[in-house]
């Protein structure tokens, strides 16, 4: 007995000294309203006695709930629990019940994204280990070729020397794409935002744009908005979207047109990359824009590119607050546009 009642006492023990001193202002006034010892002297005692009895009982209810929150948090430590329904408390731990359960679904889903970053961060690494491989092998071999021999023929010197050189400007593309990416994600990447004509800077993009379309016999054409329609963003960094946006067009069109498109809204102004070519199959819509995805891997290494053109697009974009949106049918063509605030 004497010994559950010291256990019950050591956790409610936090309360002792407000019970002393509650005990002594009764026994006080006791004193000063009966001057019979007699009587004054069992009273205290009582007084003491009910207060022991009565810090055990919260003693005895305070080591039960904490019993029962550690036993709660050790099946959360084990994954014992697959769902936040499942943690139940006491009726007195009601509120208490809702904070742990909103701390397991909090854990749980910081450990499924810290699994999602890790796996991205693998594939990220072999890509880019896939990726840098590809070119530096390509230009080891020209080169080693020419050493061996094919240096002094005329025939194919000068062929392996471009092709090398074409590697050569592909890794300085690719090392460039991934350290925009890498600033952009890690906040290095700073934005300068102010207010610009939106029609001037996508005709300058589309000018720079007409010898590569022409090339390929491809209508590059553009449809500015409303004259002097000005945009809020960074000049700098939306161009690079632009660039990224027309590249794809032009490279994935064969033949028809492609066109950019400038269109006035009542808060935001809309602009709209639109092509006639390959299109993009449904299942493949949502990864677009992870980094090295490619829709049609062959394909794709054969017109060029690092990759990473549209995971930068998605990152600049978001970056103002907006969000690509992205229309495709296979056989029929492309079209991406964001919004910017007017």
């Given at each position: 007995?004497?010994n559950?009642l010291s ?6 023990g936090?309360?002792?000294k ?10 006080l ?8 010892i007699?009587i ?5 005692f009582?007084?003491l006695?009910f207060s022991?009895i009565?810090?055990s009982?919260i003693?005895?209810?305070r080591?039960t709930?904490?019993s029962?929150?550690k036993e709660?948090?050790?099946h959360?430590?084990?994954n ?5 329904e ?13 904070e742990?359960?909103?701390?397991f679904?909090?854990a ?5 994204y ?6 991205m961060?693998t ?5 880019v ?7 530096i ?5 020209y ?8 240096i002094?023929?005329?025939?194919v010197n000068?062929t392996?020397?471009e092709?090398?050189?074409?590697h050569?400007?592909?890794l300085n593309?690719?090392l ?11 906040g290095?990447?700073r934005?300068?935002?102010?207010y610009?004509?939106?029609?001037e800077?996508?005709r300058?993009?589309?000018?720079e744009?007409e010898?590569?379309a ?7 054409l ?6 002097n329609l000005?945009l809020?963003?960074d000049?700098q960094?939306?161009?690079l979207?632009?660039v990224n946006l ?11 047109t492609v ?12 602009i709209i ?8 199959p449904a299942d493949?819509?949502?990864r677009i ?11 794709s290494r054969l017109?060029?590119?690092?990759g990473?053109?549209?995971a ?5 974009v978001?970056?103002?607050?907006s969000?690509?949106?992205v ?7 492309s ?6 605030r007017?």
């Amino acid at each position: 007995m004497w010994n559950d009642l010291s256990a019950n006492l050591k956790y409610s023990g936090i309360y002792l000294k407000e019970i002393i001193l509650l005990d002594s202002v009764v026994i006080l006034i006791i004193l000063l309203l009966e001057e019979r010892i007699y009587i004054t002297l069992p009273l205290a005692f009582l007084i003491l006695l009910f207060s022991l009895i009565f810090l055990s009982l919260i003693g005895k209810k305070r080591s039960t709930e904490l019993s029962e929150i550690k036993e709660i948090i050790k099946h959360i430590r084990e994954n014992y629990y697959s769902g936040p329904e499942e943690i139940n408390l006491s009726t007195g731990l009601s509120s208490l019940q809702e904070e742990i359960r909103r701390m397991f679904e909090k854990a749980k889903a910081d450990i499924e994204y810290l699994k999602k970053l890790e796996k991205m961060r693998t594939e990220f690494l072999a890509n880019v280990s896939h990726e840098l491989r590809t070119p530096i092998f390509a230009i080891q071999g020209y080169i080693e070729t020419l050493l061996s021999g094919a240096i002094n023929d005329e025939k194919v010197n000068k062929t392996f020397l471009e092709k090398a050189d074409r590697h050569t400007l592909n890794l300085n593309n690719l090392l460039n794409d991934l350290i925009d990416i890498s600033r952009i994600e890690s906040g290095e990447m700073r934005m300068s935002f102010r207010y610009f004509n939106i029609n001037e800077a996508l005709r300058t993009v589309v000018q720079e744009f007409e010898p590569m379309a022409s090339e390929k016999k491809i209508s590059l054409l553009f449809h500015p908005g409303k004259e002097n329609l000005q945009l809020w963003g960074d000049k700098q960094r939306l161009r690079l979207v632009i660039v990224n946006l027309l590249t794809n067009a032009i490279k994935y069109t064969e033949e028809g047109t492609v066109e950019v498109f400038v269109e006035d809204g009542p808060k935001y102004g809309k602009i709209i990359v639109k092509d006639t070519g390959i299109g993009i199959p449904a299942d493949d819509l949502d990864r677009i824009f992870e980094r090295f995805y490619r829709v049609d891997k062959g394909r794709s290494r054969l017109v060029g590119g690092t990759g990473l053109g549209l995971a930068i697009v998605k990152h600049i974009v978001e970056a103002h607050g907006s969000k690509v949106e992205v229309k495709s049918e296979p056989g029929k063509g492309s079209e991406f546009s964001f919004k910017l605030r007017k």
